[in-house]
């Protein structure tokens, strides 16, 4: 088993985000053998992101209260609070500080079997949605177009690379900040719906992971489930007409399976290679709470897993 863990809009060091190292490792201690990583979807540093490496956030609120606690690879998208200050030192953190294992190389990259057959792709989404950007105070001159039709380009071709070099049952998943949908009360970037929403579908992306809306949110359309992680830090409460609106717009088939704005969640993706079946449970970070499982996804099936042959093969011999 592999266990990943989903945060976004984490920036601020709230009550219910230093409970997070807790949840983890309360969570670790019954499944002692079972690796598992971080993947967080940006908005990182409350409320305008670093200035340098050198930064006192990285201690106080990254290290200290969190990461120290963990020590496990900690993958990393920015948000458009990140923007704000020094986008560039969160990269050059990568490099300076290889073993406190902070991972965000490029603005946008790909990790290929992340855990066996598992592929990470992290966008940067601040770059691919420049009215939303600039919307948000961005500055013209760091999201150039340029770089934003290199940045499509390269995700297309590596969505190609992954699907004709690994199995088909291969577990794709792609994080960004901002949300492709969402029931959540920000705007949607229509870059997201008309250049990446047709690029996950046309190469079987199994999670879309994002946060920006300060809800929890878990659905499916048509063979991707989205997951919102962006109530970790902060949660915005909405009305129910304003979801039933959201809903609306929803591309059928669909199902949702989780939608909650009550308190503070994180997630949890657990991925079983015996049976080829994803348990995603959501843990409310209050120490009342329990975790509990929102649904569970068959991503292949034990007959034509190639992973499954092959522990099957070992079985027998």
């Known amino acids: 088993m592999y266990s990943l863990w989903g945060i976004a809009d984490w920036g601020l060091s709230t009550p219910s985000y230093l409970n997070i190292s807790k949840v983890i490792r309360e969570y670790h201690i ?32 990254w290290w200290t209260s969190l990461q120290s606690k963990l020590q496990c690879p900690f993958f990393v998208a920015l948000g458009n609070h990140d923007y704000e200050q020094n986008p560039w030192a969160q990269i050059e953190y990568t490099y300076r500080f290889p073993q406190k294992q902070w991972y965000l190389p490029h603005f946008y990259y790909a ?71 969402s029931f959540g009360t920000h705007q949607e970037a229509p870059e997201m719906k008309t250049i990446i929403w047709p690029l996950l579908k046309q190469y079987h992306v199994s999670f879309y992971l ?26 915005s409460s ?45 843990f409310p970070l209050l120490a009342s709470s329990s975790p509990s499982l929102v649904f569970e996804k068959l991503v292949w099936h034990v007959d034509s897993s190639p992973l499954q042959k092959k522990i099957m093969k070992k079985k027998n011999n």
């Open 210 to 235: 994002f946060g920006h809306d300060h809800i929890s949110q878990c659905f499916t359309v048509n063979s991707t489930t989205f997951i919102g992680m962006g109530a970790t830090s902060l949660v």
């Open 111 to 181: 990790v290929p079997s992340v855990f066996p057959h598992v592929h990470l792709i992290v966008l940067d989404t601040v770059l691919l949605c420049p009215s939303l950007s600039l919307h948000f105070g961005i500055p013209k001159w760091k999201i150039p177009s340029r770089e934003r039709q290199e940045h499509v380009k390269w995700f297309q071709d590596t969505l190609k690379t992954f699907r004709q070099r690994y199995p088909p049952t291969d577990i794709i998943i792609v994080m960004g900040h901002y949300p492709i949908f």
């Open 238 to 282: 909405q009305s129910d007409e304003k979801w039933k609106m959201k809903h609306s717009t929803l591309p059928s088939p669909h199902t949702i399976h989780f939608i909650d704005d009550s308190c503070p969640r994180i997630w949890n993706l657990l991925i079983d290679e015996r049976n080829g079946r994803i348990s995603i449970h959501q």
């Open 30 to 61: 019954h499944k002692q053998d079972i690796p598992f990583l971080m993947l967080a979807g940006g908005d990182n540093f409350y409320f305008h992101g670093v200035e340098s490496i050198q930064d006192s956030q990285w201690n106080s609120h």
